[in-house]
């Protein structure tokens, strides 16, 4: 459970350094979009090199790799597998390209969603074996579909809303897909909220300044973490299935909402 994804290129020494200050929960170090394919062997290297010498215990790290159908998916595997890391981003993510994953490591997988296909088959993809969570690609889903971004993102509410419903039936986190705008703290405000109010449980960012607000975003603000307390300290004192708190129905669905609250606000120390 994390609220935080920051992609970081794997080729940047000066970012790579500083892993830990970024205040994200998870990091994610990119074998693929970011890095030429010149770059690619010299970024393994440097990763390789860098993570065997420190470890981090407070920030999850995660690799994003080259595609099961690139001549680079083995090797980035190969090099990284005996790191410790929590596990790998998979871009252009299928059933079969996860099978592939699986043959070669046991970590935790994130399928990007990123192509029409990809989200017909989400289900089948988020019910693979070592799958945590999904992460909605949407420059690549859009640029297949042959539509443009917008602020109000209506062209990925469907995209959107498939992944958060289908994460949250398996028991997954949802990640949603990054801002692009890095200078648009307003546009990523609203953007994040548009997420989470759709149940994206997380979002996955392109730069350090934007993982303030995605924190703020997605985890419970003081009015909630109060009224989980509440709701479970009055649970605890009826035995009754159901209850009436400020005139408001309580039953059992949201009592589990408020005790996942209460979850969440003791992980970030809230």
């Known amino acids: 459970m994390s609220r935080s994804y920051l992609f970081i290129p794997g080729n940047t020494p000066s970012m790579i350094q500083n892993l830990d200050v970024f205040e994200s929960d998870a990091i994610i170090i990119d074998f693929e979009d ?10 393994r290297i440097l990763i390789k ?82 799958v945590v969570a999904l992460l909605l690609g949407a420059e690549d889903y859009t640029k297949e579909l042959g539509i443009k971004r917008t602020l109000e993102a209506v062209e990925i509410l469907y995209a959107r809303s498939i992944i958060a419903i289908t994460a949250n039936a398996y028991n997954l986190d949802s990640i949603d897909t990054p801002y692009t705008n890095k200078e648009d703290e307003e546009g990523l405000l609203i953007d994040a909220n548009n997420a989470l109010n759709l149940g994206l449980t997380s979002k996955s960012s392109i730069h350090p300044n934007q ?24 649970s605890e004192e009826t035995d009754k299935g159901a209850f009436s708190l400020d005139g408001k129905m309580i039953d059992l669905p949201v009592i589990e909402k408020a005790k996942k609250v209460l979850e969440k606000a003791k992980k970030y120390n809230l």
């Not at 090199?49 to 680079?72: C, P, Q, T, W």
């Not at 990809?118 to 988020?126: S, T, W």
């Open 34 to 43: 970011s890095v030429s394919s010149f770059d690619k062997d010299s970024a």
């Open 211 to 234: 993982v303030d607000i995605i924190n703020q975003v997605f985890a419970p603000s003081e009015s909630e973490i109060l009224e989980a307390k509440r709701i479970v300290k009055k």
């Open 49 to 130: 090199n860098f993570l065997k010498k420190y470890s981090y215990n407070e920030v999850e790290i995660y690799i994003r790799i080259n595609s099961a159908d690139s001549m680079y998916f083995l090797e980035d595997v190969k090099v990284t597998k005996d790191l410790d890391i929590f596990g790998y981003v998979l871009p252009k993510a299928s059933v079969e390209a996860i099978k592939e994953l699986n043959k070669l490591t046991d970590k935790a997988i994130i399928p990007i969603i990123e192509s029409p296909m990809a989200l017909l088959k989400v289900e089948d993809i988020a019910k693979e074996k070592n």
